[in-house]
């Protein structure tokens, strides 16, 4: 490129920041830019600073020199009004700035972070009060058309833009004001270049020519129109759209701008003066992180022998960085008194609260045992030891106030009583943690290493993402924006971006592509993460061959290969908070998000910036532990329970476990998980830890070496003798990073942070990292231990095999401690534990339908809603001296939170419901209207006080109206006679049921049902296969979920149930339909697919409702089951052909002869294959009667249950068909067989 291209710089340029309007991505523009030569380039988003940090990276990794700018939205008429008013409403135009040093930087920060959070009316708006107070360091622009100054040109008013241009030197001073002309071929850029030439040179104003960059190459506007459409909701061939009149807005060269302003030749040479000007530099690297601020009380000085011990555990710090410090060739340091001094500040407080939690979590008194360390114990020296360790590397390292912050707002949220988490990543190892109890996991009773958190060879800041209550999380969040300062805080932006199947599916609608057509090009694309456009032709022989004979997939393909990368949305990160030492705005701009202060950066930018990042997160397994607690505290008479407490070897939580009836136990429910428990045989809380941390895609190659290794010791390979303690809990198998840490350190003498170092190369791959530290290793192995080259190189290549897939102990020990909690509630609480899971799934139908099953499986009754006993949520409760849940008011569709709280604190505080009059007249002026009523009527809410519920359907109407009548009589002060004797008669006439309603029929079983399923989700009174109870079991392959583990893959099953749910689904090869559906039995609801070829015969069968018998293939895959459907049938008519033989057997009592009566009536005229018999149960023995003559009859789901339901009958066996097996086979595989 010419060097003369270095003297010109685009002073204005849109990124895909600018949403959806923007189409070039940073890194795209930084590389053209680069290539043309060009030494500086700008980023003016609009009304935005988004892409500052990434554009600013990407520059300097180009040569190039960022400047930092914003296309802001001024209101220029008046003064921006921040209330409701119309003037609020008032039109913005467009400016341009740029930063001149940090100074204007952070003004550009202000300026913006005000825009979004005080000024937003369709875009985030600035007002020339706001701009002026806070110009300093800025270059204002003149702007484009749609600006101040050129708005007034074009409408020829000249003066009221010479004014506008007076009124901005005023801001931003004359050296700092620029007039922008730019030409992209559009009559009215050209038609007021010689107006802004004018009065650049009255006042002697520098002028530039832009050209307003949306996109990167020439070729790149259809991609850009296209994108224009995606933003406004627009086809491409509409005529009337928004768009760019020209097709100029592209990265141009010096050339292509020097010809198009030749006559103006200065405004090329001026963007370079402009750029000299700016020099700013963003202070990646600089520490933010607040202070904590002791409490008034304890700013006291600390004893001396404080003092003495933390010169001590500051000796500890020196000592331990100069010995890495010499190792690495540098020179040794030394703390000076003034360093001293600085540490002691609040590490001394650290220091206190540390010793304090000793004793709390060990019993050991610290200052006593270091006045006496001759005659410690062992435990005590060692936890004095350790403590002292991570104090000296905390310190050192400058993190004291980091630990602070999060206990102290960890104390706080235990304080309120809101659930914490054991604690989740790399903390868990660190003793500091466990004695602040922001962890719960002893890292030395589990051999975590606090390494692996921080240590002096790679110095990172420590990372606790602590799990709250998902219910009170926002709460923790809100304590730490008063404490620190609300301009302080701030959540986390997220970006969303184009993927390839996204940005396939939106080109072709702007395209107008049909649905169906653009459903199958995006379904082309292969099912792998994050995979581009380039890589889906290359890998799918089906997209290429559509893109040579399809010219609209073709343009779509080429236009998304633009597109895909950028941004098309924002979001707010689901837990990540920023905290600083200062207003924010000074170092990073702001902007709202769900009404939340959020950063315009990243996680990663705002945390290089220097500010502190907490990871709050809302963990619903800690609201269910708490909820469990809560119910067993008042169901138990338990008041001081606490799952916390209970000891890590409860012998029914492992019988539970080992059984794999893990439904709503933490991170072991899935199917993989139940029978992976039940394959281990778990004995102790360190193989749960193990079981987690095997159970992923990698190291699950390992899990029958762990399982061999259990059962039979003698199995169990040693990587080498020294190594044989490290590996004994594991079975062999090196499971955890910290395992291939402390290897490291035992056979080659590294340092635990020099391990870590080593297994982050070994995760991560890195060919030359790995090279050099194999050669550590062998040497090291060969000094410490005297082990040859041959075997250390065997060992190495042992560690980084392990090294691939290790899993963090720490982590998994947490997250062990919360499976084990849930696990000894599931076990020892069931009900209370089932009610509070019930709860966590409110207003999600289908799980709570797979926990209710659930309930079943396990023999918890769940009872239908009731006014006078159930709670807001699910409820145990006790019914006929049986623990049972009850279905809770606000889960109940049509009724919420806000009725139910009216109802129950109605009930709580004048007492029960007498009748269904006395809950009208006590609620009908509250929030309990009219729909509430019926949902609760429908439900069987009021089913205890002994009115049905098709008799109160009828007369609500009736009751409502004198409802009201009586809520108006007494406003206006008139009493009923019943009113004024109602003490002396004891009873008012609201307890009893209205006897003026008329007589209805009771309400049916099938209706009852229907109602349940509609607001309720699921059925409570029954279920519409109870008719089938007895035939289902005979016919069904297995009963319960569990019972798949026990077939191979690709068997033959059989179930019948109802359907629901049925979605219909596209195949990504071939676009053909295809299903997923719920099938529910009586027990539990199964998933279940028909691919395409079942579908396309059998699929019409498919409907909500619907009583079926369904026959299929059981796939096995990665250890998870699936169960495919290939055939479906009616149920009743199904059952005559299936059923071959019921034996009915009877109590040998005068109820028999009424029976056998009752049967033969029901065989008369029903004849069928089904052979029936009959037997009489004596004395504990079945004895078949004789018959005179063969019986059979066509059994249904109404006679059977007719029969069933006697009370001569003692029980029934039924004999089903074998399952005729299904013949998957494919064509060719037929004809082969039959060859």
Known sequence: MPAKDTEFVHLHVHTDHSLLDGCSRTDKLCQRAAELGMKALSITDHGVLYGLTSFFKQAEQHGIKPLLGCEIYLVYEDELALVNEERAKQKSRHMGLLARNFKGYQNLCKIVSKAHTQGFYRNPRTDLKTLAAHSEGLIGFSGCLAAVIPKFLLAGEFDQARAAAAKFIDIFGK???????????????????????????????KVVATNDVHYVNNTDWEPHDSLLCIQTGAKVKEAKRMRYDAHQFYLKSREEMELAFKEVPESITNTSAVAEMCEVKLPFGEDHYPVYERPIEIESEPPRQDHSNFERILDIYVQKKNE?????????????????????????????????????????????????????????????????????????TGFVDYFLIVWDFIAWAREQGIPVGPGRGSGAGCIVAYVLKITDIDPLSFGLLFERMLNLERVSPPDFDVDFCMRRRDEVVNYVRDKYGKDRVANIITFGTFGAKMIIRDLARVNDLEYAEANKLAKMIPDELNITLDDSVKKSPELAAELSRNPVARTIIDQGRVIEGMIRNTGKHACGVIIADQDITNLIPVTLQEGDLTTQYPKGPSEELGLLKMDFLGLKTLTVISDAEKNVQAT???????????????????????????????????????????????????????????????????????????????????????????????????????????????????????????????????????????????????????????????????????????????????????????????????????????????????????????????????????????GADFTPVVENERGCIRFGLASIKGVGEGAAEVIIAEREASGPYQSFTDFIVRNADKAVNRRVMEALIKTGGFDSLGEDRASLLDGLEGELAEAESTRRDREAGQSSLFDMLDESIGTAETDKPNKSRRVVAPMGMTEKLRYEKELLGFYISGHPMDAYAGIDSAIDSFTHPDELVNFDDRSNFRLCGIISNVAIKYTRKDNKQMAVFNLATRAHSYEMIMFPDPYAKEGSRLEDGKLVLIQGLIGRRNGEMSLAAHNIFDLESSIPKIIQRINFILHPNHKAADFIQRLREAIDGQYGETRVNISFLVDEQILEAQTAQSLSFSISGTNFKQLRRHPALAGVRIEAMAIKPIDDRRPWEKRQRAG
């Open 175 to 205: 050296d700092y004001f620029i007039i922008e002309i730019m030409d992209h071929g559009i009559e009215e850029q050209r038609r007021i270049i010689p107006d802004l030439l004018k009065i650049a040179t009255e006042f002697g104003l």
């Open 324 to 396: 890495v410090l010499v190792r690495d060739g540098a020179d040794p340091i030394e703390l000076d008194a003034e360093a001293r001094e600085k540490h002691k500040a609040n590490g001394l407080y650290l220091f206190e609260l540390c010793k304090q939690g000793l004793h709390e979590r060990y019993g050991t008194d610290y200052d006593a045992c270091r006045a006496d360390w001759a005659h410690a114990s062992a435990d005590d020296k060692r936890y004095c030891e350790q403590l002292d360790y991570e104090l000296a590397i905390i310190t050192g």
């Open 636 to 870: 138990r008479n338990l008041p001081d329970f606490n799952v916390e407490t209970v000891s890590l070897d409860d012998r029914e939580t492992f019988d539970l476990l080992n059984s794999g009836r893990t439904t709503g136990v933490f991170q072991l429910e899935s199917g993989g998980m139940q029978q992976l428990c039940r394959q281990i045989g778990l004995s102790s809380f360190e193989e749960i830890i193990a079981l987690i941390a095997l159970y992923r895609p990698g190291p699950m190659q390992f899990i029958p070496q762990f399982i061999q290794g259990k059962k039979d010791p003698s199995t169990v390979v040693v990587p080498h003798p020294l190594l044989k303690e490290l590996v004994e809990e594991t079975y062999g198998v090196l499971v955890y990073q910290e395992q291939v840490m402390e290897s490291a350190r035992i056979i080659a003498g590294y340092t635990l942070g020099g391990a870590d170092i080593l297994r982050r190369a070994m995760g991560k791959k890195i060919k030359s990292v790995m090279d050099a530290q194999k050669e550590v290793f062998i040497k090291g192995a060969k000094a410490t231990n005297d082990i040859d080259r041959r075997t250390a190189e065997s060992i190495f290549a042992l560690l980084e095999k392990f090294a691939q897939y290790g899993f963090n102990k720490s982590h998994s020990a947490a997250y062990a401690m919360l499976s084990y909690r849930t696990a000894y509630l599931k076990a020892n609480y069931p009900v209370e534990f089932m009610a509070a899971v019930l709860t966590s799934e409110q207003g999600n139908a289908d799980k709570i339908s797979h926990f209710l099953a659930e309930c079943n499986a396990m023999d918890v009754p769940v009872l239908s809603p009731d006014v006078n006993e159930s």
